[in-house]
């Protein structure tokens, strides 16, 4: 089969575009072959080396797949050959086959597309996990989010909408804010690292927002913590900026909140069960048509070095998807 490999650890100039091979399906995985695969953030860092876990080298980007099973693990009896699946891999995504995680693989209904179902899977994922288990979102809550035109970030204004709350939506450009606007957003603000916590505190009356997520960090994280209502849950979600920012511990004393963390890889793989319910509800709603995904673009395998340089570019409105079968 073709694959994008990382032979070398860096940028997406040192991905090849080559033959490889699986090997059997091992226990508690099964084979897919894939038709779309979903680019993120995360597929910038593993492949420098940058990422909370790094496979062996050689080794396949991407974390999300949606295509049918074509082999299951000895020991496995959810799936069999032929199934409609999406699956969180955490790498090799980028592949016309994968070896997934049987326990984060799941049925695709009839009315999921695998265009879709690849371009919801990471984003959507993390944000339900965000939301609804580390902030317990409550309807007529302000939310505010960072990013809010990236993939997460226009995940966080779809959930945020359906759980009833007041969206902030913070970018960086008029342009993105529009994009924002057309999907639901309440309120839109062009932030700087200076004028965030004043912002956010004058579109709240004064009170700050009750849950603040930010996929951003760097220099916005202080400031947005320092706008946050009593009470209030800070998710930090990852660091689009390249830096990661430290705070004093006495703000979250001061205001009585927290500073929450949310990692959708620790989440599967410990609570296997609870991810499969919020996937399972996700998959509900992109069904029903109450989250229609934001595909920006989509490349083809040999050109997926192309999308993760518009990644790295913070060019994407939305979601960047590779058609694993146009070669």
């Known amino acids: 089969m073709k694959a994008i490999l990382v032979r070398e650890l860096g940028g997406p100039e040192k991905l090849i575009y080559a033959d490889h091979q699986l090997g059997p399906p091992r226990p508690g995985r099964v084979i897919i072959d894939v038709h779309y695969a979903g680019v993120n953030f995360p597929d910038t860092l593993i492949i420098q080396g ?81 939301l609804k288990d580390r902030a317990k979102l409550k ?24 759980m009833g709350a007041r969206i902030i939506a913070c970018a960086s450009t008029d342009s993105k804010l529009d994009f924002c606007r057309k999907l639901g957003a309440d309120v839109l603000h062009k932030y700087t690292s200076d004028n965030i916590k004043s912002a956010l505190k004058d579109l709240t009356g004064g009170k700050g927002a009750d849950v603040i997520f930010d996929a951003v960090g760097g220099d916005y994280t202080e400031q947005a913590f320092r706008a946050i209502a009593p009470m209030g849950r800070y998710l930090a979600v990852g660091f689009a900026s390249g830096h990661v920012p ?19 890889g620790n989440f599967f793989r410990n609570f296997p069960q609870e991810n499969k319910a919020n996937i399972q509800e996700l998959l509900r709603l992109v069904a029903s048509g109450q989250i229609k995904p934001q595909i920006d673009q989509e490349f083809s395998l040999k050109d997926a070095a192309k999308a993760l340089i518009k990644i790295q570019n913070r060019a994407v409105l939305g979601k960047i998807i590779i058609n694993c079968r146009d070669n």
């Open 246 to 264: 430290s705070i004093p511990l006495n703000l979250p004393l001061l205001k009585s909140a927290s500073l929450t963390g949310v990692f959708w």
């Open 50 to 130: 940058k990422y909370q876990f790094q496979p062996e080298l050689p080794f396949s980007p991407g974390g999300e797949v949606a295509g049918t099973i074509k082999e299951v693990g000895p020991d496995v009896t959810d799936f069999k050959p032929g199934d409609r699946v999406v699956s969180g891999t955490s790498w090799g995504g980028f592949a016309e086959e994968v070896q997934g995680f049987a326990f984060n693989t799941h049925h695709l209904p009839d009315e999921v597309s695998f265009k879709d179902a690849a371009a919801v899977l990471m984003t959507h994922g993390t944000v339900i996990h965000a």
């Open 139 to 162: 309807p007529n809550e302000t939310l505010a989010v960072l990013g809010a035109s990236g993939g997460v970030g226009t995940a966080a204004i779809q959930l945020g909408k359906i």
